[in-house]
């Protein structure tokens, strides 16, 4: 099977401008999840996605959002664009449904901000 | 609240000398354990988990884990690095609201 795909690997924004990111999960995977990961913060949760649907939210604000499509692919969006923001983004998929579950992840997007 | 703490920023070793990364948990549930790997500029890829059942657990590149419930540890080793190990190294415990919750990892050198 092939793993998680993330779109585009590399971005660079400048402040103030908008970004979407793209992850296609694990073929049968229903569960997306998003985190970020920076050298200061480490590794934080942002979201997560089942079944078009947001199950789970982590502490970021409102200019972070997401969507995920019936065909389970998913896209995060970062409005607003803050030095801050950059970061490495990932996505992991699961199946979503099931306990215990298992998240597997992608090779991420860098997201530098100027 | 589930948390975890990984002991030791930096781990150097020698190649062919005992690796051991240090995780201890906090969890008011029966916890899932996973440690991941993640190479420079790679996504993160999991090396092992502990849901129930065997307290020791294998898991690739000769990865193992021991779950120990008296301790709240779940630390990682192997018995032989090799230089491909060079990595950082994250242990994460699932919540109960089924994200994961990562420590700040762990970064392994290995010296010839």
């Known amino acids: 099977k092939a793993g998680v795909t993330q779109t585009p690997r590399y971005l660079i924004k400048t402040r103030g401008q908008q970004v979407t990111l793209s992850c296609s999960p694990i073929s049968g995977h229903r569960s997306v999840s998003w985190y970020q990961q920076t050298p200061g913060q480490g590794l934080q949760f942002l979201f997560e996605y089942f079944s078009e649907t947001q199950r789970n939210k982590g502490n970021f604000p409102g200019r972070f959002s997401g969507r995920q499509f019936s065909n389970s692919r998913s896209e995060m969006n970062v409005s607003t664009l803050e030095l801050g923001d950059s970061a490495l983004y990932l996505c992991?998929?699961?199946?979503?449904?099931?306990?215990?579950?298992?998240?597997?992840f992608g090779p991420g997007t860098r997201l530098t901000v100027l | 609240a589930q948390s975890v703490t990984q002991l030791g920023s930096h781990v150097s070793v020698s190649e062919g000398a005992l690796v051991l990364l240090r995780c201890n948990y906090s969890?008011?549930?029966?916890?899932?354990l996973f440690w991941y790997v993640q190479y420079p500029n790679q996504g993160l890829q999991l090396l092992l988990k502990?849901?129930?059942?065997?307290?020791l657990v294998k898991g690739i590149n000769g990865f193992e884990a021991e779950f120990k419930k008296s301790e709240t540890s779940f630390h990682l080793t192997k018995p032989s690095a090799h230089m491909s190990d060079a990595a950082e190294y994250f242990c994460?415990?699932?919540?109960?609201?089924?994200?994961?919750?990562f420590g700040t990892g762990t970064r392994l050198q290995v010296f010839p």
């Open positions: 994460a415990v699932r919540d109960n609201t089924d994200k994961l919750i």
């Open positions: 969890s008011s549930v029966p916890p899932y």
């Open positions: 992991a998929s699961s199946l979503g449904d099931r306990d215990p579950d298992t998240q597997y």
């Open positions: 502990y849901t129930t059942g065997a307290t």
